[in-house]
């Protein structure tokens, strides 16, 4: 899959290309969990409930797209929301994801469990 531009306005094949990518159900818990944190694949399958394989096959698909990005910690492979998506999180007052071509809106649950884990980090 080609990697998407998120620089400035999507082509319409550009941005069809990255909805196909977030319509997963599992993709989308991956970037609803990476919202809050970066995790490692044992995290992530962990809090999934998934198989280790389906949740790197996923990753592997957001990675290729551009959406989050991974670096290695050892023998453990951590990802995160790629930083110019995180940015379009802050100008948005961490309500949406904007892809250039729409915006991503999680639930309110959603956000509620980021701000309990951020606050959980900040008191650790």
Known sequence: MKRVSKRSVLTPRQCATLLKVVADETRLRIVGSLLAEEQCVTNLVYELGYPQPQVSHHLRILRDSG???????????????????????TRRRGKALDFGCCELRFPDSVWATIKTRKLNMASS
Do not use: D
């Open 67 to 89: 959406v989050v990005e991974g670096r290695r910690a050892g023998r453990q492979i951590c990802y995160r929301i790629v930083p110019i998506v995180g940015r379009t999180l």
